[in-house]
């Protein structure tokens, strides 16, 4: 593991992400429930289909990744953020019971629970974005990840923006461009925050972690600026509604992808150290995902409807819920063993391995590449989805019990030193 470019010493509490990756695997759970019970499900716009996806992309996805940013910026980018823990609880809070507000608003058609959604999401995003764009504009470090990081947060603000936007007026009757507004909501939350955060951490966690050479200088220093304008590109094309303009831009965007993906696959066929790795196969399984997901989407003028939610389906799932489970696999023993050893524990701390067992780590992805496969069944045989559901809910129990495990091996620890 390469650790030396890292500013270990600047740290947040282990507390601080860990309560995000503790409680996002329930978001699961509760997506899992509402497709198992929810009607309509043929409708990409139904109710329960846009309640459960929002669980997914805001209660699991949000909350992981808030959770890392706070703890990639002071140890990656050398930056800590402002009031920390401050932060931290005025971002947690307000997204759980935003989402759960959201998703309630959704399936019960309550202008009132979606009113609320607004408030406390802007909360939960406002405090998370000014401490991130604070922390960013005090870091001296000058890397590609943290170009990246800019452009996320870039990205997170205006999906943020418009995605309230879209759940006020949804909630009071406005006359806004429903249709518009959510394809650009929607390009940048998974095109932007999305995809940007995942790129520029990869630039450090695959080398890092996987033991891979670095990515080319060409690559990690002009893929984020490079996405960033196939964006804004698509942006432009629907405010002009010119459809060549938004096919050069989403073909441009998919082809950074297909770059990103194949490099990545290359390094870590590159890799030092052959032994098979659980985590480094989610990371794989993302990478296929992502180029699955620009070959249905490059298809799509032939079938659109079908190919897009494919691409959609691929893109969620596939790339963007592999690689944040191999990175949670990855990153919560790594955070159990370096703070029970920059604590003073010198003798006792449990080895990586041993932290999460990693029979565990392939069952879920065994698991996931089904559910995966699940999803897709359910744009062909609608009564897949309740493998897609049964999926995700193992799933999640999976990545609870592994989380809850490594918080106890963490306290056990800490309790076996003291006595």
Same mark, same amino acid.
């Given at each position: 593991?390469?650790?030396?470019?890292?500013?270990?010493?600047?740290?947040?509490?282990?507390?601080?992400?860990?309560?995000?990756?503790?409680?996002?695997?329930?978001?699961?759970?509760?997506?899992?429930?509402?497709?198992?019970?929810?009607?309509?499900?043929?409708?990409?716009? =139904?109710?329960?289909?846009?309640?459960?996806?929002?669980?997914?992309?805001?209660?699991?996805?949000? $909350?992981?990744?808030?959770?890392?940013?706070?703890?990639?910026?002071?140890?990656?980018?050398?930056?800590?953020?402002?009031?920390?823990?401050?932060?931290? %609880?005025? #971002?947690?809070?307000?997204?759980?019971?935003?989402?759960?507000?959201? /998703?309630?608003?959704?399936?019960? !058609?309550?202008?009132?629970?979606?009113?609320?959604?607004?408030?406390?999401?802007?909360?939960?995003?406002?405090?998370?974005?000014?401490? #991130?764009?604070?922390?960013? =504009?005090?870091?001296? @470090?000058?890397?590609?990840?943290?170009? *990246?990081?800019?452009?996320?947060?870039?990205?997170?603000?205006?999906?943020?923006?418009?995605?309230?936007?879209?759940?006020?007026?949804?909630?009071?009757?406005?006359?806004?461009?429903?249709?518009?507004?959510?394809?650009?909501?929607?390009?940048? @939350?998974?095109?932007?925050?999305?995809?940007?955060?995942?790129?520029?951490?990869?630039?450090?966690?695959?080398?890092?972690?996987?033991?891979?050479?670095?990515?080319?200088? %060409?690559?990690?220093?002009?893929?984020?600026?490079?996405?960033?304008?196939?964006?804004?590109?698509?942006?432009?094309?629907?405010?002009?509604?010119? /459809?060549?303009?938004?096919?050069?831009?989403?073909?441009?965007?998919? $082809?950074? *992808?297909? #770059?990103?993906?194949?490099?990545?696959?290359? $390094?870590?066929?590159?890799?030092? +150290? +052959?032994?098979?790795?659980?985590?480094?196969?989610?990371?794989?399984?993302?990478?296929?995902?992502?180029?699955?997901?620009?070959?249905?989407?490059?298809?799509?003028?032939?079938?659109?409807?079908?190919?897009?939610?494919?691409?959609?389906?691929?893109?969620?799932?596939?790339?963007?819920?592999?690689?944040? !489970?191999?990175?949670?696999?990855?990153?919560?023993?790594?955070?159990? %063993?370096?703070?029970?050893?920059?604590?003073?524990?010198?003798?006792?701390?449990?080895?990586?391995?041993?932290?999460?067992?990693?029979?565990?780590?392939?069952?879920?992805?065994?698991? !996931?590449?089904?559910?995966?496969?699940?999803?897709?069944?359910?744009?062909?045989?609608?009564?897949?989805?309740?493998?897609?559901?049964?999926?995700?809910?193992?799933?999640?129990?999976?990545?609870?019990?592994?989380?809850?495990? @490594?918080?106890?091996?963490?306290? +056990?620890?800490?309790?076996?030193?003291?006595?």
């Amino acid at each position: 593991m390469k650790t030396a470019s890292l500013s270990t010493a600047q740290a947040p509490p282990i507390s601080v992400p860990l309560r995000f990756f503790a409680i996002a695997p329930l978001f699961l759970l509760l997506a899992a429930w509402i497709l198992a019970w929810g009607d309509d499900l043929s409708n990409p716009h =139904s109710p329960a289909l846009l309640a459960a996806t929002h669980c997914i992309t805001l209660g699991f996805m949000a $909350l992981v990744m808030l959770g890392a940013v706070q703890q990639i910026l002071p140890v990656v980018i050398g930056s800590p953020m402002p009031a920390q823990r401050w932060v931290a %609880w005025f #971002s947690f809070l307000p997204l759980i019971v935003g989402t759960l507000s959201l /998703a309630g608003g959704f399936l019960l !058609h309550e202008p009132a629970l979606l009113n609320l959604a607004c408030w406390l999401l802007g909360l939960a995003f406002l405090t998370f974005i000014a401490a #991130s764009l604070i922390s960013l =504009s005090r870091a001296t @470090a000058q890397n590609a990840s943290k170009n *990246a990081l800019w452009l996320a947060i870039s990205a997170l603000t205006l999906a943020v923006t418009l995605g309230s936007l879209l759940a006020h007026g949804y909630a009071n009757g406005l006359p806004l461009n429903y249709p518009q507004l959510a394809l650009a909501h929607i390009a940048l @939350a998974l095109g932007g925050w999305v995809t940007m955060l995942i790129v520029g951490v990869s630039f450090q966690v695959v080398p890092m972690f996987q033991l891979t050479p670095n990515y080319p200088k %060409w690559l990690s220093a002009g893929l984020p600026p490079a996405l960033c304008a196939a964006l804004l590109l698509f942006l432009c094309s629907r405010l002009l509604e010119s /459809a060549p303009l938004g096919y050069l831009a989403e073909a441009l965007f998919w $082809l950074l *992808a297909v #770059s990103f993906a194949t490099i990545t696959l290359k $390094l870590q066929s590159q890799r030092r +150290r +052959r032994v098979a790795d659980a985590t480094l196969s989610f990371f794989r399984l993302g990478m296929i995902s992502l180029l699955l997901a620009a070959l249905f989407s490059l298809l799509a003028p032939f079938s659109p409807e079908l190919f897009k939610m494919s691409a959609v389906v691929t893109f969620i799932l596939g790339f963007a819920l592999s690689v944040i !489970h191999g990175m949670l696999y990855k990153i919560i023993p790594f955070l159990i %063993w370096f703070h029970l050893f920059r604590g003073g524990i010198k003798k006792g701390v449990p080895n990586m391995k041993e932290i999460i067992p990693e029979a565990w780590m392939w069952r879920h992805l065994w698991l !996931h590449f089904l559910t995966l496969l699940a999803a897709l069944m359910t744009l062909y045989w609608k009564a897949a989805v309740w493998l897609l559901a049964t999926g995700l809910a193992l799933q999640g129990i999976l990545l609870c019990f592994a989380i809850v495990t @490594a918080i106890t091996v963490y306290r +056990r620890t800490l309790t076996g030193m003291e006595k």
